[in-house]
Every structure is written in structure tokens, then in C-alpha cells.
């Protein structure tokens, strides 16, 4: 079982930076793959960005490519979101989810755990 708690979250002007983490519990976190997604008002859940669990490797959406790196520290059991350059259109409550068996980055249901969110919020 993997429990998952978002932080960092907050109010920033565009043009701002805000670091997200993802503090995960239980032995098995450093197996899982990562991923970070997004829901705005009205909106669908989105994907935002992941890294695999092992080698590092990292995917984006398109919208956040160049101005949001995902990281990881498996010995800390936590997931991190840079996020630089942020846009009113940024706005959401982000989500962390983990998984064993992601071959897909960018759908939803592939991920096991997810956390609660935390609430982003960019003012033009």
C-alpha cells in the first residue's frame, strides 16, 4: 500500500515559481513509477508530467514543456514539481499518483495510488 500527501501548493503571480512535492509512505514507493496530473474548475483531471522510477526518465504535456521539471529522491520517498514561468491558465489542484505497472503516462486509470491535491492558484 502507498499513501500519498501533495504539499507546496499556494497563490503566485504569473511569471512565478512554485515547488510542489509528493511525500509518499510505504516500502514499496521506490518501485513505482510517478506522475503528476491537474483538474481546473470544470475541467477533466489532465496530465501533467512523469518520471519512471528506476532510471529517471521524465515525459511532459506540451503545455508545461521548458517551464516545469519533475523530480524524484527515492531515499526520501518523495516526488517533486518545479514549476517556473506559471500562467493564470496553470490554475488547478494538482495531483500526485503512483503506480507499478504505468505504460502509459497519461492515463489515468494506469496509476494505483493517488494523493488528495493541493491547490494551485496563478493570478494575472
Known amino acids: 500500500q502507498v499513501q500519498l500527501v501533495e504539499s507546496g501548493g499556494g497563490l503566485v503571480q504569473a511569471g512565478g515559481s512554485l515547488r510542489l512535492s509528493c511525500a509518499a509512505s510505504?516500502?514499496?514507493?521506490?518501485?513505482?513509477?510517478t506522475g503528476w496530473f491537474r483538474q481546473a474548475p470544470g475541467k477533466e483531471r489532465e496530465f501533467v508530467a512523469f518520471?519512471?522510477?528506476?532510471?529517471?526518465?521524465?515525459y511532459y504535456a506540451d503545455s508545461v514543456k521548458g517551464r516545469f521539471t519533475i523530480s524524484r529522491d527515492n531515499a526520501k520517498r518523495t516526488v517533486f514539481l518545479q514549476m517556473n514561468s506559471l500562467k493564470p491558465e496553470d490554475t488547478a489542484i494538482y495531483y500526485c499518483?503512483?503506480?507499478?505497472?504505468?505504460?502509459?503516462?497519461?492515463?489515468?486509470?494506469?496509476?494505483?495510488?493517488w494523493g488528495q491535491g493541493t491547490q494551485v492558484t496563478v493570478s494575472s
Open positions: 510505504g516500502r514499496t514507493f521506490s518501485s513505482h513509477h
Open positions: 518520471i519512471t522510477w528506476s532510471v529517471g526518465s521524465t
Open positions: 499518483a503512483a503506480g507499478q505497472r504505468v505504460t502509459t503516462a497519461t492515463m489515468r486509470g494506469q496509476y494505483d495510488y
